[in-house]
């Protein structure tokens, strides 16, 4: 199987939190988790990094300090060092299951209502304005996952990685940072699909190609409408995995 194609560094994006330290921890935490860097990958340099963040070198340091002690990065000395990923985050096992959906049950609704808004018009904007550089790279993002049903963990790094991709090329920065959230905010949720069939993950695989081919033709509201059929599909395994969801979403919709 062909390797997936690395994950460009440029998804960092400005922090605009009150607290700064937290949200730095947060940003390079969440793009690890959801695997949008891999093992080994080296971050920007410390003064490049701070820069793409919007916060102060100290900072920074601290928030990378936290990161280590935490076990997501390790730090390497000499020319060639610098601060790098140490690891995944484990699959959640069947036991931890329950555990996982409950945390996420209150406010996953939610979540993917804004799911549907962000990523089905960054797709848009994507066929509106993608270049045929970025194109290429969509159409090997989905080829490098194609087949490769059975490596979930690949999987799942060949899937949050096209769709940031999708929004990088919407060329549209709100739109990438709100992508990049959805994508760390769900990791835990989208990692639980494990326990459904490599079958399901074929049929999300159709749907890229068909968001990739709406966008490589310039058809905007083909790309929107697959990228939302996409999401939708993925909602409802969800949801049958968490059928409370479903009851607590129909409990507050309006004439109910």
Known sequence: ????????????????????????????????????????????????????????????????????????????????????????????????????????????????????????????????????????????????IDGRENDFEAYRAGDARFHIGIARAAHSPRLLEAVTEVQSAMTEVLDVIIYHSVQVLGHSTDYHWRIVDAIRTREPEAARRSMLDHIMATENVIYGLVPEIILASEAGSPGT
């Open 1 to 144: 199987m062909p390797p997936l194609i690395s994950m460009r560094t440029d998804i960092f994006t400005s922090v605009h939190s009150a607290n700064p330290l937290e949200e730095t921890i947060e940003r390079i935490a969440g793009a690890i988790k959801a695997r949008l860097l891999s093992p080994g990958d080296r971050l920007p340099a410390e003064r490049d990094l701070a820069v793409q963040l919007g916060v102060s070198r100290s900072t920074l340091r601290v928030a990378l300090q936290n990161l280590v002690q935490a076990g997501w990065l390790e730090v390497r000395r000499g020319r060639s060092g610098g601060a790098f990923v140490a690891r995944w985050p484990l699959m959640p096992g069947p036991r931890h299951l329950p555990e996982v959906l409950t945390r996420h049950r209150e406010g996953l609704p939610a979540l993917l209502d804004y799911r549907r808004a962000v990523e089905s018009a960054a797709a848009a904007f994507a066929a509106e304005r993608a270049t045929s550089a970025e194109i290429a790279e969509l159409e090997g993002l989905t080829g490098a």
